[in-house]
């Protein structure tokens, strides 16, 4: 089962079930659902959907899909691929050791990625900071954890990052990483259940600038050296999400190092079992921070 959070054109939010071409949006007690976390805190999310599923479909066409997100805090998780390790260690010469020591340890890197306004859905834009010039995409499967930090689905993250803020200086991540539209998001949530099995599971990347692709590449998840529950463990640890907690889990492709994305590029991050995450590259100039 598919969830997106969608709008219409009366301004009406609502969380539906995406099947092929329409959402059936769900209607509990008379009224829209409009907050994922509504459904995501219930103890059996599955049952709530058939209970309040509308039984008539919404044209994809008549409505736009928005991030699905509400209050969630969104953070991140690195170095959970080899790739991700040897990247940051050719971008960063004078700290190469600690993203050996980090892939290799038994805590892993996490950090925070974005609260809910810095968070681009499907079709909007994510930006390229002005004050950066080498920057990449990094598509990451993302899991979607309720207040209990149970795992209820997953989704599509892109985890915009300035390679040369944060090879520069380690300390220097949280800007390399998080400013406005710094995080896609998308385009639905796939709960637990309709997932195909992990080691089966793909994570495309393809950036298209001026009609042709520059770049592209697929990782599998059977890559990943680390474990949900292992990454899910630390997150937890001394710390609480009371409108739940989106954790993306890492990068496993990279561009070379000869390769930035630009503005107006277009960024598809595929994963199997959950979609197509489609964003324009934007980035404004200097003067408009002056
Ligand atoms: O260590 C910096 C960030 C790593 C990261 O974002 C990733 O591996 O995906
Ligand atoms: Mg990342």
Known sequence: MKLVKAIDNQRQVFVGVWEDELVFPLQAQGRYVDSLSEVLEQSDPVTFIKKWRSTSGIDLGLITILAPIDQQEVWAAGVTY???????MEESESAADCYDRVYRSPRPELFF???????????EPLRIRY???????????????????????????????????EGDNPLYLPQAKVYDQCCGLGPCITLVD????????????????????VFSD??????????????????GRDQSFPNGVFLLTGTGIVPDS?????????VDISISGIGTLHNRIVRFPMEDHE
């Open 82 to 88: 080899k790739r991700s390790q040897s990247a940051r």
């Open 113 to 123: 990625k974005a609260s809910p306004h810095r968070v681009s859905g499907p079709n």
């Open 131 to 165: 004050d950066s010039q080498w920057n990449v995409p990094e598509p990451e499967l993302t899991l979607v954890l309720n207040s209990r930090l149970e795992l209820v689905g997953f989704t599509i993250g892109n985890d915009m990052s300035s390679r040369d803020i």
């Open 194 to 213: 309709a997932m195909p099995p992990i080691a089966a599971t793909e994570i495309s990347l393809t950036i298209t600038r001026a009609g042709k692709s």
């Open 218 to 235: 697929t990782i599998g998840l059977d890559q990943m050296a680390r474990r949900f529950d292992d990454l899910i463990g630390w997150l």
């Open 258 to 266: 000869s390769f930035t994305l630009a503005a107006d590029d277009i």
